[in-house]
């Protein structure tokens, strides 16, 4: 982008990585307009009340262990807000009992059979031990986590630690969800190494040595679905413009004028397009231009998913402590996780002293079945598997479900190197970019990373089209409306 700022950027989707996208391309001084389908801006990040206190009724953690989410906050005046969880302890519901969430292992692999010891049987933690004595496993390209680690460790590890983690970050199962691109840290260590709990020692004495402090994850005050609020905010304080109510139709490259981009009734002109819509409607926008990165995308999975969230009196709940409970799949339940807000966040205990917010999730990659039933079904399945675990036995003051339909991207073996084709395909076309959930992680740090690498991409080809314009202000066409 010149130093002049005349290039013009349209920014299809205004979850957080349309909204990155779009306020680091004002910082470098580009024109950008926001093209958003729904009436509101966050995708998968929503903020709202219930029985009058402030919630997310969609991601609510950031994880703080990459700068990026954080940063963004930082950078659109929400520091003063950031707020780490009020407790780092967790649990696992499993084997009929709320187990302390072991600690000591990297994505529910551990370093030593003992981290295990009270969530796995006798023969379980015997199995983990006979990984020192194996021979290396192949992992050639990629490999499952799930089948990776249970060849190494045996299936108990899997089914009752890293499914569940990996499941409430994917909603996914973890004998396909890839290595690669899920654990890269536990990939990369297992190339180099013939026992898998070796590798892991190595990567926690690595991260010990780089003393990583601070919390892992971070919350914001109002919630994390603040955050897009505030992005828009900043975005639009710049100049750009953000535009909802604009399901974007159709994307066409036309040779004397760069990008044609039809929203509704409007037609918009462009030097550059960032695409950062989910995968099935970035198939469809770029079938035309990019036919082959519109196959790929096509092909990529979601999984669908349900929150639960509850508001008790106070007076009449007393929870475990901690932030709340995963549920392996194996143990056959119905949720599959439930978060204690009030406990887990100080700001929402503090600006509601009279009530108790709690949260199910249920819905996992492939189960259909359960996010067919209707919303009374979910709060009472919910209400059940709380009490089994907790309990908990009194009557909500309030109940609300939020389905997330293809709400997260499946990242299966090879998905790298789909992702690795899709980038290829958009590369060819000047001025053209993706980001999202689907690249190259669902957590909101990675979105942001892919909308900045996103932006990186599109500049040296904005720069292009400008120098190849001996007047950039005439050469730029349109804006919102025309
Ligand atoms: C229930 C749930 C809980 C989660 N919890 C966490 C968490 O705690 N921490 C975490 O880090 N991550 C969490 N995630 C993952 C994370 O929230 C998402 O991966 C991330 O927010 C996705 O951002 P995005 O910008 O890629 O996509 P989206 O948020 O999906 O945004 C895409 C936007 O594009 C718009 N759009 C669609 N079609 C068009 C069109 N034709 N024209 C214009 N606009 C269009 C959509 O309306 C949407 O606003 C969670 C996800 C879910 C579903």
Redesign the pocket.
Known sequence: MSATGQGRVVV???????LAAAHRLLRRGARVTV????DR?????LPGEIAGARVDF??????ARRPEAVALAREVGLTDRLQPPATATASLWTRGALRPMPKGHVMGVPGTASALSGVLSEEGLARIERDADLPRTQIGDDVAVGEYVAARLGREVVDRLVEPLLGGVYAGDAYRISMRSAVPQLFQAARTHDSLTEAVREIQAKAAAGQQTGPVFMGIEGG?GTLPIAVAESVRAQGGEILTG????ELRREPSQGWRIV?GDRVLYADAVIV???AP?AAG?LRAEAPEAAAELAGVEYAS?A?VTLAYRRGEVLLPEGSGFLVPPVDGRTIKASTFASQKWGWIADENPDLVVLRT?VGRYGETEILRRDDADLVDVSRHDLEQATGLDATPVETRVTR?TD??PQYPVGHHARVARIREHVGKLPGLAV???QYDG????A?IASAYAAVDQIQGDLRAVQELTANPVQSLHGGAGE
């Open positions: 299809i989707g205004a979850g957080i990585a349309g093209l958003e389908a729904s801006v966050g995708g998968k990040l969609g991601a609510e953690s950031m994880l994390v604009a399901p974007v139709k929203a950062a819509v989910p409607v926008l998913m929150l999730s997330w709400g997260l980001c999202g959930a669902v957590g909101i740090p979105c």
